[in-house]
């Protein structure tokens, strides 16, 4: 037999509702009867649901109530017993008051059922929430908070599918590693964060921003204007300059095209950037870092 709360609740709800009328209007023996056995199948559906051990006593309660009063009217019944005060007096009471209990676990148990049903939403919720941040944290450089590494070849993937041109920059601060040496890692740390939001304050609009190692940024600029990234670059320095006069840092800028031809090798593409800034690196006096 299922659990009470595995019937539709439409039906439930119905049987239910049935009952309670039973118990306010009159009806012959036959139907009394029937409604009887429909409670009593119903108290017991009840007692096989997870309630805990307190709403099992007072449906432990409801069933012996209401079997008293099924009894009392049964013996109401044989002629001999027929008219007794104490039976007329007792059948009707403990059968409303069996009712009356089971209505009383009936409305716990939907209470429950709606806690339960809340919980779990709440509980799916925070799976996707952390699922979400799972997703996030796994595509984001937890310091600077630009996209990482394995963000730009998911991002490779989407422009090959969506056939998109433009140019790859491939920026490596010079000299970076005697900022930490010299000013520390927390400072270190700060000065990268800042280049980071200079990276998006002066990139091209549409541009993607990534950070793919400690001191190596990467930029898709949206555009095959070379022009453009020039003046992209020179914004870049100016917007910097207080800052690499005072960490006694450079930057060194590779320039990689990228279009459907060269898209499906990323490699390539990194490779070509980095070739080209690994040449901007060696025409700079600065020490290297």
């Not at 870049?236 to 499906?264: E, H, Q």
Request: with cysteine; aromatic share 8%.
């Amino acid at each position: 037999m299922s659990t009470l709360s595995q019937l539709p609740i439409r039906l439930t709800a119905i049987v239910c509702i049935g009952i309670l009328l039973s118990a306010l209007v009159p009806s012959n023996g036959q139907l009394e009867s029937f409604i009887s056995i429909l409670t009593l199948v119903l108290i017991f559906m009840l007692l096989k649901e997870d309630f805990g051990k307190g709403m099992r006593s007072w449906l432990l309660l409801a069933l012996g109530t209401y079997s008293i009063g099924v009894i009392a009217d049964l013996l109401d019944e044989i002629p001999e017993l027929d008219n007794h005060w104490l039976i007329d007096s007792t059948d009707d009471i403990f059968m409303h008051i069996g009712v009356f209990l089971m209505c009383f676990c009936f409305i716990k148990m939907l209470h429950q059922r709606r806690d339960l049903i809340t919980t779990l939403h709440t509980q799916i919720d925070r799976s996707r929430q952390f699922e979400a941040d799972l997703s996030r944290l796994a595509l984001e450089d937890d310091l600077t908070g630009l996209q990482n590494r394995r963000s730009l070849f998911r991002r490779f993937d989407k422009m090959a599918i969506n056939l998109q041109r433009g140019i790859l920059a491939y920026i490596d601060l010079d000299n970076f590693k005697q900022v930490n040496d010299k000013f520390g890692h927390k400072s270190g740390d700060e000065l990268l964060v800042d280049i980071a939001k200079t990276l998006i304050q002066t990139a091209p609009t549409g541009s993607q921003i990534y950070r793919i190692g400690g001191d190596e940024f990467v930029v898709l600029l949206p555009t095959e204007d070379n022009n453009v990234c020039q003046v992209w670059i020179s914004n870049l320095y100016d917007a910097t300059a207080k800052k690499r006069r005072y960490y006694n840092i450079d930057f060194s800028v590779g320039l990689s095209p990228y279009y459907p031809g060269n898209l499906s090798d990323p490699d390539s593409i990194l490779a070509k950037a980095d070739k080209e800034m690994y040449l901007d690196k060696i025409s700079k006096p600065l020490a290297q870092s």
